[in-house]
């Protein structure tokens, strides 16, 4: 089954305004992997499990929107990584709602109110904000971009990072509990 990829031609418009990403390399990894990616604080080793080795990281896209926005990892010009981050109203399950996103997805166990859902490209995480503004928020995490990448990233470790992600979104945005 086809994926859907966020925003269409939106993020290779981004591709075009590349704004270059600071961080502390480790490894044999030229690229330095920031503090904050797509607007959450993020450790190293999380990010850095989902990306494949290369020169030069970049982030497109704009992190923690109002309503609804893309970021975008990208590694030596080759889009790696999206967050889709956004304010929904509702707090149903993805793997429910989006089943066709997912081929074989497991549930998300998470330690703060809400669903998630991952298959091998794609995690997606709805969680309770509690806010006028936000009353929801989901993101969705997807890894190896249209025309394929090295190799699929560890499952665990795109769960891993889309749950440190919304955890961290929630604390960013000011989410009660």
Same mark, same amino acid.
Request: glycine share 12%; aromatic share 8%.
């Given at each position: 089954?086809?994926?859907?990829?966020? $925003?269409?031609a939106?993020?290779?418009?981004?591709? =075009?305004?590349? &704004? $270059?990403?600071?961080?502390?390399?480790?490894?044999?990894?030229?690229? =330095?992997? #920031?503090? +904050?990616?797509?607007?959450?604080?993020?450790?190293?080793?999380?990010?850095?499990?989902?990306?494949?080795?290369?020169?030069?990281? &970049?982030?497109?896209g704009?992190p923690? #929107?109002?309503?609804? @926005?893309?970021?975008?990892?990208?590694?030596?010009?080759?889009?790696?990584?999206? &967050?889709?981050?956004?304010?929904?109203?509702e !707090?149903?399950?993805?793997?429910?709602?989006?089943?066709?996103?997912? /081929?074989?997805?497991?549930?998300?166990?998470?330690?703060?109110?809400?669903? $998630?859902?991952?298959?091998?490209? @794609?995690?997606? %995480?709805? =969680?309770?904000?509690?806010?006028?503004?936000?009353? @929801?928020l %989901?993101?969705?995490? !997807? &890894?190896?971009?249209?025309?394929g990448?090295?190799?699929?990233?560890? +499952?665990?470790? !795109?769960?891993?990072?889309?749950?440190?992600?919304?955890?961290?979104?929630?604390? /960013? !945005?000011?989410?009660?509990?």
């Open positions: 089954m086809a994926k859907r990829w966020p $925003g269409g939106r993020w290779a418009l981004g591709l =075009a305004a590349l &704004v $270059g990403v600071a961080g502390c390399a480790s490894g044999d990894e030229s690229y =330095a992997v #920031p503090e +904050r990616v797509c607007g959450v604080e993020m450790k190293e080793e999380v990010v850095r499990s989902l990306l494949p080795e290369g020169e030069e990281l &970049v982030e497109t704009k923690l #929107p109002a309503k609804f @926005n893309y970021c975008t990892l990208v590694v030596d010009g080759e889009p790696e990584l999206w &967050v889709t981050f956004g304010t929904e109203f !707090l149903y399950h993805p793997l429910e709602e989006y089943s066709h996103q997912f /081929e074989d997805g497991d549930e998300i166990t998470l330690d703060f109110v809400g669903h $998630g859902g991952v298959d091998d490209d @794609n995690a997606k %995480i709805i =969680a309770a904000c509690s806010l006028p503004e936000r009353p @929801n %989901i993101s969705n995490v !997807l &890894v190896s971009p249209p025309g990448g090295p190799e699929t990233a560890p +499952r665990a470790d !795109l769960q891993r990072f889309a749950v440190v992600y919304m955890a961290g979104a929630k604390s /960013e !945005l000011g989410c009660p509990g």
